[in-house]
């Protein structure tokens, strides 16, 4: 990753995340690859990643057979035995460092019970890569929207997830939450937060300045606010 900009965040030093969730069961290998690569193709342009690669230094292919066949040989595995029903699991990483870490999981044939099994994202360890800059982190939600069609999208911090107290499928906070039509809109925010329509949805916004103590309680606020708790995932989402 090229050298970026965090002046004036409050999660320069953090651990921050990107995460897409969903709750569709059972997408097809060929619809994982496409989604995978349109998710790669704009991490180009917003990050300066030029080739992801496996743990096993596998570079993620530009031709869609060998994509499909990257992902069908990714199942998802626990103690080194596969795990029937589960889908697939890859995590890719950028070919040089700093680079951040995808993590995408889809593919079960249910949306899970007390968890969602399917998402995607991105995390930043700032022992590894630095934070992205701020003026992308809008441009990273709308292009996890475009690339999974999910049904929400957050980018949020360790310290603001622990400080939340919310899991599963609570609807997640953070320094921004997407949210589709599905799961719903905010027609009341917390002093300080902003909201506009972004690809289809709803961006909900803190500023990048704010600690976690205080994303955290004015997310919270907004979302009980407007009655948003959970994340829609009955089998047919």
Known sequence: MGQISTSAVAWQQEKTTLSATWARANEPVEWIAAATHRFV????????????????????????????????????????????????????????LPSPKMMIRAGAVDVGNRIPIHFAGLGFDPRYTSAPPREVVDDLVALAVRAWNPLTVDFTTTAVHAEAGRS?????????????????????????????????????????????????EAMRQTLEANDLDEIPHASDV
């Open 41 to 96: 193709a704009g991490l180009l342009e917003l990050l300066d990643v030029p080739e992801w690669i496996t743990s096993d230094r596998i570079p993620w292919p530009t031709e869609e057979t060998a994509q499909h066949q990257l992902i069908t040989d990714n199942l998802v595995a626990y103690e080194g035995r596969v795990a029937v029903g589960s889908g697939y699991g890859i995590s890719l990483y950028g070919a040089e």
């Open 168 to 216: 599963g499928w609570d609807v997640p906070v953070g320094y921004r939450l997407w949210t589709s039509p599905e799961v719903g809109t905010f027609s009341e925010v917390a002093e300080g937060l902003t909201v506009r329509p972004l690809e289809g949805g709803t961006l909900l916004s803190a500023p990048d300045d704010w600690g976690y103590l205080a994303v955290a």
